[in-house]
């Protein structure tokens, strides 16, 4: 295996193993948000965006390997 084919797979676990999270993240800020935490809420959503930020920017790398 080269290091590019190890350099995608392992941008692809990346973005697969920040997915889980995300949805972890979710289902906490829901249940802030319902024990009427706000802040915590406000706080994990915000953290969820720059996840998937983080996944942008990991895909735009992926693809770029795979050209």
Do not use: C, F, P
Not at 6 to 32: G, P, S
Not at 39 to 60: F, R
Request: aromatic content about 4%; hydrophobic content about 40%.
């Amino acid at each position: 295996m080269t290091d590019k084919d190890k350099l995608a797979h392992i941008l692809h676990h990346w973005i697969e193993h920040n997915e889980a999270h995300i949805e972890e993240y979710r289902k906490w800020a829901i249940t802030a948000e319902k024990e009427g935490m706000k802040e915590v809420n406000k706080n994990i959503m915000e953290a969820i965006k720059g996840v998937e930020e983080a996944n942008a920017s990991l895909n735009n790398a992926m693809n770029a390997v795979k050209q």
